[in-house]
Each structure stands twice: as C-alpha cells, then as structure tokens.
C-alpha cells in the first residue's frame, strides 16, 4: 500500500505560479513512477504529467507543456509540480498518482494509488 499526500494548493492570479508537492510512503529510490492529474466537476480526470522512479524520464500534456515542470527529490520521497504562467482553466483539483510500471504512463486507469488532492483555482 502507497499512501501519497499532496500539498501546496491555494488561489492565484493569472500568470501567476504555484508550486504542489506530494510524498509518497515508500523507501528511497523505490521503482514507482509517480504522476500528477487535474479534475474539474462534471470533467473526467485527465493526465497533466509524470515522472520515472529516478527522475530521469517525464511526459506532460500537450496542455501545460512549457509551463509545468515535474520534478523529483527521491531522498525526501517527493516529487514537486511547478507550474507557471497559470490561466483560469488550469483550475482543477490536483491529484498525485503512483504506478509501479517501468515506463512513464499517462493512462489514469494504470495508476494504481491516489492521493486526496489539493484545490487549484486561478483567477483571471
């Protein structure tokens, strides 16, 4: 069982940036890949991005590419999604995804834990 914790949400204007975090309870450098996914009432759950277990391999959506960067800090179990240049429609919940896969997936059917989700809203 993986238990992942997002943080790091609030309100911002637009173009303005936040940056989420979420720790997941496994030992460093453990073999899962971790991924971010944004949902909106009524939307289904769609894929923003994701990482590899060391770091070395990303995939983002078509839609926040340029603007969202993953990162990862495996001695702290956490990766971190910093995103800029923030629009309206960027406003979602935020939800951390782990997948114990080798490669990089962005299907949300393949992850196979869920964190809570962190509440995004951007203003325009």
């Known amino acids: 069982q993986v238990q992942l914790v997002e943080s790091g949400g609030g309100s911002v204007q637009a173009g303005g940036s936040l940056t989420l975090s979420c720790v997941a309870s496994v030992r460093p450098r453990t073999h899962i890949n971790l991924g971010w996914f944004r949902q909106t009432p009524g939307k289904e759950r769609e894929f923003v991005g994701a990482?590899?277990?060391?770091?070395?391999?990303?995939l983002y959506a078509d839609s926040v590419l340029g603007r969202f960067t993953i990162s990862r800090v495996n001695a702290k179990n956490t990766i971190y999604l910093q995103m800029n240049d923030l629009e309206p429609e960027d406003t979602a919940v935020y939800y951390c995804?782990?997948?114990?896969?080798?490669?990089?997936?962005?299907?949300?059917?393949?992850?196979?834990?869920w964190g809570q989700g962190t509440q995004v809203t951007v203003s325009s």
């Open positions: 990482i590899s277990w060391n770091g070395e391999s990303t």
């Open positions: 995804a782990a997948d114990w896969y080798g490669i990089v997936r962005s299907r949300k059917e393949v992850y196979d834990y």
